[in-house]
Protein backbone atom coordinates (compact mmCIF):
# COMPACT_ATOMS: atom_id res chain seq x y z
CA UNK A 1 0.00 0.00 0.00
CA UNK A 2 1.48 3.06 -0.80
CA UNK A 3 1.81 5.97 1.54
CA UNK A 4 1.22 8.98 -0.57
CA UNK A 5 -2.31 9.44 -2.24
CA UNK A 6 -2.74 10.18 -5.53
CA UNK A 7 -5.07 12.28 -7.71
CA UNK A 8 -5.95 8.70 -9.54
CA UNK A 9 -6.73 7.38 -6.13
CA UNK A 10 -8.52 10.53 -4.97
CA UNK A 11 -11.18 10.36 -7.94
CA UNK A 12 -11.56 6.78 -7.21
CA UNK A 13 -12.46 7.43 -3.72
CA UNK A 14 -14.66 10.33 -4.81
CA UNK A 15 -16.31 8.04 -6.91
CA UNK A 16 -16.89 4.92 -4.35
CA UNK A 17 -17.35 7.74 -1.18
CA UNK A 18 -19.20 11.17 -2.96
CA UNK A 19 -20.82 9.07 -5.69
CA UNK A 20 -19.30 11.93 -7.88
CA UNK A 21 -17.01 11.64 -11.66
CA UNK A 22 -13.92 13.58 -11.55
CA UNK A 23 -11.13 13.26 -14.07
CA UNK A 24 -7.84 12.83 -11.73
CA UNK A 25 -6.29 15.79 -14.73
CA UNK A 26 -8.82 18.09 -13.80
CA UNK A 27 -7.88 18.37 -10.36
CA UNK A 28 -4.70 18.93 -10.73
CA UNK A 29 -5.04 21.96 -12.32
CA UNK A 30 -4.21 24.91 -10.02
CA UNK A 31 -7.25 26.73 -9.84
CA UNK A 32 -9.35 23.66 -9.56
CA UNK A 33 -11.92 23.98 -6.11
CA UNK A 34 -13.89 21.17 -4.95
CA UNK A 35 -17.11 22.76 -5.18
CA UNK A 36 -16.52 23.13 -9.06
CA UNK A 37 -16.72 19.58 -9.15
CA UNK A 38 -19.84 18.93 -6.85
CA UNK A 39 -18.15 17.87 -3.76
CA UNK A 40 -18.92 19.41 -0.50
CA UNK A 41 -17.44 18.83 2.62
CA UNK A 42 -19.39 15.68 3.67
CA UNK A 43 -18.36 13.83 0.56
CA UNK A 44 -14.72 14.23 1.42
CA UNK A 45 -15.61 13.37 4.82
CA UNK A 46 -16.33 9.76 3.55
CA UNK A 47 -12.98 9.59 1.80
CA UNK A 48 -11.01 10.76 5.24
CA UNK A 49 -12.83 7.84 6.59
CA UNK A 50 -12.43 5.64 3.77
CA UNK A 51 -8.53 6.40 3.82
CA UNK A 52 -8.02 6.34 7.64
CA UNK A 53 -9.59 2.64 7.25
CA UNK A 54 -7.40 1.31 4.62
CA UNK A 55 -4.00 3.33 6.74
CA UNK A 56 -5.23 2.81 10.39
CA UNK A 57 -4.66 6.27 11.13
CA UNK A 58 -6.24 9.44 12.16
CA UNK A 59 -5.72 11.73 8.97
CA UNK A 60 -4.90 15.39 9.89
CA UNK A 61 -8.26 17.54 11.18
CA UNK A 62 -9.41 19.87 8.61
CA UNK A 63 -8.87 17.83 5.36
CA UNK A 64 -12.54 17.37 5.18
CA UNK A 65 -13.09 20.97 4.46
CA UNK A 66 -10.55 21.44 2.15
CA UNK A 67 -11.58 23.66 -0.67
CA UNK A 68 -9.16 22.29 -3.29
CA UNK A 69 -7.80 19.55 -4.40
CA UNK A 70 -4.37 20.33 -4.02
CA UNK A 71 -4.95 21.69 -0.12
CA UNK A 72 -6.78 18.21 0.50
CA UNK A 73 -4.29 16.57 -1.03
CA UNK A 74 -1.03 17.68 0.97
CA UNK A 75 -2.91 17.33 4.27
CA UNK A 76 -3.91 13.43 3.63
CA UNK A 77 -0.14 13.25 2.14
CA UNK A 78 1.25 14.63 5.42
CA UNK A 79 -0.74 12.37 7.75
CA UNK A 80 0.53 9.59 5.49
CA UNK A 81 4.19 10.25 5.38
CA UNK A 82 4.26 10.65 9.17
CA UNK A 83 2.94 7.44 9.66
CA UNK A 84 5.55 5.97 7.73
CA UNK A 85 7.94 7.97 9.49
CA UNK A 86 7.08 6.52 12.91
Do not use: C, W
Not at 29 to 49: H, N, T, Y
Not at 63 to 82: D, G, Q
Request: proline content about 3%.
Amino acid sequence: MSNTLSYTELADLLQARAGVTVDPDDMRQPDARFEEFGIDSLGLLGVVGELENRHGLKITSGAESAKTPAEFMELVNASLATKAGA
